[in-house]
Nanobody, 122 residues
Framework: QVQLVESGGGLVQPGGSLRLSCAAS????????MGWFRQAPGKEREFVSL???????YYTDSVKGRFTISRGNAKNTVSLQMNSLKPEDTGLYYC????????????????WGQGTQVTVSS
């Protein structure tokens, strides 16, 4: 069993920054990387970013240039640095382990954390 724990969410004003972290533990026998999704109230879960263990990264267009995904020093950890935050970035942010396939589909990820709330508001 794999457990993912996210941290770092909170309330921030527009233009501010937050750094999310995700730590995976348990029997991670495979997997090509770790990624982030988010879900706003009343909306579907959407892809945000993915880091493959090869260091290749992917971002959804709306966060390019503002968000940076990186691998943590500890094994099986990943962070998401979010700068210039906008109200539309508000949502519950989930990290997940990527199992292969189209990276922007949630079905390509096999294990998920419980999520951490990010609220961007003045």
């Amino acid at each position: 069993q794999v457990q993912l724990v996210e941290s770092g969410g909170g309330l921030v004003q527009p233009g501010g920054s937050l750094r999310l972290s995700c730590a995976a533990s348990g029997r991670i026998s495979s997997g090509d990387g770790m990624g982030w999704f988010r879900q706003a109230p009343g909306k579907e879960r959407e892809f945000v970013s993915l880091m493959l263990w090869s260091s290749t990264t992917y971002y959804t267009d709306s966060v390019k240039g503002r968000f940076t995904i990186s691998r943590g020093n500890a094994k099986n950890t990943v962070s998401l640095q979010m700068n210039s935050l906008k109200p539309e970035d508000t949502g519950l942010y989930y990290c997940a382990t990527y199992a292969g396939g189209a990276y922007f589909y949630s079905r390509s990820y096999d294990y998920w954390g419980q999520g951490t709330q990010v609220t961007v508001s003045s």
